[in-house]
């Protein structure tokens, strides 16, 4: 494909302003700036302007999902850079192992809550109870 040919199809394709990502999905341009730097997404240039394509778009979706689920950025980059070069299967595979590993830690944190909780009503209850002896000794007294 010659030169004209490329710039004339990059020119038809939707492209996004940094500005315009930032407020659909409610982050600063200093946050998409960052994962840039990381290489999440890749945005061509336009002199020093930033020109996001469609597929960045799809990536930056991609690792705010990532992190909703509490995946760090090295997971959600490696998952989103098979979808370049793994096939459908081996994503699929991977997505589900990172997955089992996260709900594992999520589950070992809510048995960690739980267990503090339970010491927070145990102490409560000790206090409660040290006060109402300190109630009932103040009115024999």
């Known amino acids: 494909m010659n030169v004209a040919l490329q710039q004339n199809a990059f020119m038809t394709e939707t492209t996004y302003s940094i500005a315009e990502l930032a407020r659909e999905f409610g982050l600063t341009p200093r946050a998409i700036r960052y994962y840039e730097d990381l290489g999440l997404i890749a945005p061509a240039r336009a002199g020093v302007q930033r020109v996001y394509t469609k597929r960045d778009r799809t990536r ?33 595979e991977r997505l589900l192992e990172v997955l089992a590993d996260r709900r ?18 145990a102490i409560e209850r000790q206090c409660r109870s040290l006060l109402a002896e300190g109630k009932q ?5």
Not at 71 to 86: C, F, G, P, Q, V
Not at 104 to 121: F, G, S, T, Y
Not at 137 to 141: A, D, G, P, Q, V
């Open 60 to 92: 930056l979706k991609l690792t705010l999902r990532g992190r909703r689920l509490g995946l760090s950025l090295a997971e959600i980059r490696e998952l989103i850079d098979m979808y370049d070069t793994a096939t459908e299967s081996s994503q699929l």
């Open 104 to 121: 594992a830690r999520l589950e070992q944190q809510r048995e960690d809550i739980e267990a503090v909780l339970a010491e927070v009503d």
């Open 137 to 141: 000794r103040r009115k024999r007294s």
